[in-house]
C-alpha cells in the first residue's frame, strides 16, 4: 500500500512481545494491535490505556488466543471517524463496485467491549456519496489491482477494504478477498441482479461487460447471538419464531448457526428441532424505502424470534441515520 500511495495508518509489524511492547510505550494513544493473520474478526484490539494495550500483546502473542494468526502483531496508529465495507467485483483489470456498506463490530451499544464477526449491517450509508465512493475507487480499489497485476498476480474475485472515513479523507484499516459477513446479507437483499452473472464475468474476465441493478432503498440485517459472543457460549437451544418473524412486511432471515436436532437415522424431511449452533446465530434483514423504516421492520422481525441467551445490539444504523 505504501508503494502505491494508497492512505493508510501509520504500523509497524513485530514477532517477539517485548519489541512489540516497547514500540507500544512511544506511540499516543489510543493504538491499535492487530493479529496479523486471520482470526474471524476479532483480532483486532482498540487499546485506550497502555494497559490495554499490554493486555492485547499478552493475549496474542504470550496466551496465543488466536492461533498462528497471532504469531505476527501489527502495532497500528489508529484512525479518526466510523468505519465502511467497501466491496469490489474485480477481474484482473476492471472492477464493480458494490454500494457502501457499515457493519457494527463491537458487541456492545455504543461501540463497546470486545471486537466480534460483526453484530449488524446497513447499506447503502446515507453519509457516503456517490462523489466518494467514485475517489474510494480510483484512489485505492484501482491501485491495489494495478500493484497486483504489475507484480505478476493479477487478482480475480471481491476485493473488500475495510476504510475509515477520517477527517483527512478515506483510509484503509484491512484487505479482505471475500465478502463480508454480514456484509453480504444486505446486498443480497439489494441486488436485483444475478449474482451469478457477476461472479461468471469476472472469472472470464469481462465485468466491465455488467450493469448490475439495485433496489432502491435501504437494507438492514440485525444480528441475533448466543449470551457469551464472542467469548465462550453455551449452544443446542431451541429457536422460535422464524416463520412469526418472516411474516414481516419485506422480511428474510438468514440462519448462521443454527442446526436442525433430527432423531438418529433420520431424513431432514422428518423434521427435527431448530437449534442454535454458534455465536451468531441469525440475520434478521429487511429492505424499505428508508433506513429508518428499514432498521424498524428488521427489529420488529428480531421481537418475534427467541431463543435462550439472545443477545443483540439495539443500535444499528444509528450513527448512520445521525450523521446522514
Keep these: ?115 466480534t464477526g460483526g453484530m449488524g449491517t446497513i447499506a447503502p450509508i446515507p453519509f457516503v456519496s456517490a462523489q466518494t465512493m467514485e475517489s474510494i475507487g480510483e484512489r485505492i480499489v484501482r491501485p491495489v489491482l494495478q500493484a497486483l497485476q504489475k507484480s505478476g498476480a493479477p487478482f480475480s474475485g471481491v476485493l473488500y477494504p475495510g476504510l475509515k472515513m477520517t477527517s483527512t479523507g478515506p483510509k484503509v484499516l484491512e484487505f479482505n478477498a471475500r465478502f463480508g459477513d454480514p456484509e453480504t446479507q444486505v446486498y443480497m437483499r439489494l441486488l436485483k441482479s444475478d449474482i451469478l452473472d457477476l461472479l461468471e464475468a469476472c472469472a472470464a474476465g469481462d465485468v466491465s461487460s455488467q450493469k448490475p441493478e439495485w433496489n432502491s432503498g435501504f437494507a438492514a440485517n440485525i444480528v441475533l447471538a448466543s449470551k457469551g459472543y464472542p467469548e465462550s457460549y453455551e449452544k443446542g437451544f431451541p429457536i422460535r419464531g422464524i416463520a412469526d418473524a418472516e411474516k414481516k412486511e419485506d422480511v428474510v432471515i438468514f440462519h448462521a448457526g443454527t442446526t436442525y436436532d433430527l432423531p438418529a437415522g433420520a431424513s431432514a424431511q422428518a423434521g427435527g428441532e431448530l437449534k442454535t449452533a454458534g455465536g451468531r446465530v441469525l440475520g434478521v434483514s429487511a429492505i424499505a424505502p428508508t433506513l429508518r423504516v428499514a432498521l424498524e421492520r428488521a427489529y420488529a422481525a428480531a421481537a418475534r424470534i427467541e431463543f435462550e441467551g439472545k443477545y443483540f445490539r439495539r443500535d444499528i444504523g444509528v450513527q448512520a441515520l445521525f450523521l446522514g
Aim: hydrophobic content about 35%; aromatic content about 8%.
Design 1 to 115: 500500500m505504501q508503494d502505491s500511495g494508497i492512505p493508510t495508518a501509520g504500523f509497524q509489524v513485530f514477532s517477539d512481545y517485548e519489541p512489540a511492547r516497547a514500540y507500544v510505550y512511544e506511540q499516543d494513544l489510543p493504538v491499535v494491535i492487530k493479529a496479523s493473520g486471520l482470526a474471524l474478526g476479532k483480532g483486532v484490539y482498540v487499546c485506550n490505556t497502555l494497559q490495554e494495550a499490554e493486555q492485547a500483546l499478552e493475549q496474542i502473542m504470550r496466551r496465543s488466543v488466536h492461533g498462528e494468526a497471532g504469531s505476527e502483531v501489527v502495532v497500528e496508529e489508529y484512525l479518526d471517524g466510523p468505519e465502511i465495507s467497501v466491496h469490489a467485483l474485480s477481474d484482473g483489470k476492471n472492477f464493480i463496485l458494490f454500494p457502501p456498506a457499515q457493519d457494527h463490530k463491537r458487541i456492545g451499544d455504543g461501540d463497546t467491549g470486545p471486537n
